[in-house]
């Protein structure tokens, strides 16, 4: 009797058995996977070589909570620049395609909405030199709509703003905050009266004021002019970002970059520094951009910041009367965001991320990561 049960029990274990291996593959099909909605690794996918490069993926990486295994990546929207900046519609293996250490994975997109909420810290870096005296006052209340707008959204933003001299000082700014306290930093009063003109974005607030003031003194010492270059990396490097979110720089100049013959503070150097981790979005208002006279080192082109790092271009009148920043590229750029969620070979380990876009034969591009760590 007892070894008729033993042969009676035999089919039960190799069931559980075999359900115990199956939990075990790495995306498995079981109810109680939590990463079943994830589709497998595909076998038949070949990730196209891009030809162009003029698209640059811009994404940050974390763990789920709970699951370390299902990885998250917060991608900025890509806009098409050779089609008047209409948004890329991203599809899973047809059109944008992730490779972990050389794996093609199969993975979801999801659009950014009120149901999948996804951060943005977004820093608006302004001349504020005596030539954009004109253009300042509607740079600012564009700023102010702008924010509102953002925040509306299914986007969790902050908002900071870095203010740069014809010196080629940092004059002032206000670490990431919400967009109500960069309204009122961009609305502030003096004596009783309200500021105006490049004042606005005079002067240190916020209540890292003081160790921020304290870093700009000094800051790029080398550089005698305008240099926005040198205000983006202020504000990369002395932020207070937060981990997982979208890095966008909004930069607003009628002058050239003038790195006073210093590499440190070139675009090349920002190029580097930046790639594949924020984009910077230019508006110009200054001279034709088919007339612009550049000299490496000396006088640059200020847009080449948003070229290089997948950034967009508006060039507005001198003085920028109507300007509207919810007209602008970058608000689609914003506004495409998406998830992207993949399982992981290994979450503890560091990987190689390939993030690449097809999405023409005019437009493709793709952004390597090295040493990713999602924890």
């Known amino acids: 009797m007892n070894g008729a049960k033993q042969l009676l029990l035999k089919p039960a274990v190799i069931l559980a058995c075999a359900i115990a291996m199956t939990s075990c593959d790495k995306k498995g099909t079981e109810p109680t996977d939590p990463n079943s909605d994830i589709p497998g690794d595909p076998t038949n996918v070949t990730v196209p070589a891009p030809a162009v490069n003029n698209l640059k993926p811009t994404a940050t990486f974390e763990t789920t909570a709970g699951n370390d295994s299902r990885i998250r990546i917060n ?40 149901n999948n909420v996804l951060s943005a810290d977004v ?42 001299d014809d010196f080629g000082r940092i004059s002032g700014g206000i670490d990431l905050t919400t967009a109500t306290s960069l309204r009122a930093y961009l609305n502030r009063t003096s004596f009783g009266f309200p500021l105006r003109g490049i004042s606005r974005t005079k002067g240190f607030a916020g209540t890292d004021s003081l160790r921020l003031a304290s870093e700009a003194s000094g800051y790029a010492s080398s550089v005698s002019g305008e240099n926005g270059v040198v205000a983006t990396l202020f504000a990369d490097q002395k932020l207070s970002w937060r981990a997982g979110a979208q890095r966008v720089f909004i930069n607003f100049t009628d002058e050239p970059t003038q790195p006073n013959s210093t590499v440190e503070w070139s675009t ?4 580097q520094a930046l790639a594949g981790k924020a984009t910077v979005h230019t508006v110009w208002s200054g001279s034709d951009t088919a007339s612009f006279f550049e000299t490496r080192l000396v006088r640059e082109k200020p847009w080449r910041m948003s070229t290089c790092s997948g950034g967009t271009i508006k060039v507005v009148p001198p003085s920028a009367a109507g300007l509207n920043l919810a007209d602008l590229p970058v608000t689609g750029a914003l506004a495409n965001s998406s998830l992207l969620e993949f399982v992981s070979a290994n979450p503890n380990a560091s990987h190689t991320i390939v993030i690449t876009v097809k999405a023409s034969d005019r437009a493709d591009g793709k952004t390597v990561y090295e040493n990713v760590k999602y924890k």
């Open 123 to 164: 820093v608006f870096t302004v001349d504020n030199s005596g030539s954009m005296s004109e253009e300042a006052d509607s740079v600012a209340n564009s700023i102010a709509a702008f924010t509102s707008l953002l925040a509306a959204s299914g986007l969790n933003v902050v908002f900071g703003c870095v203010g740069y």
């Open 75 to 114: 991608l900025l929207g890509l806009l098409d620049p050779t089609n008047n900046y209409q948004k890329i519609d991203f599809k899973a293996n047809q059109n944008i395609f992730l490779t972990e250490d050389g794996a093609v994975q199969g993975f979801l997109v999801k659009p950014v909405s009120s």
């Open 268 to 271: 090349e150097t920002l190029c």
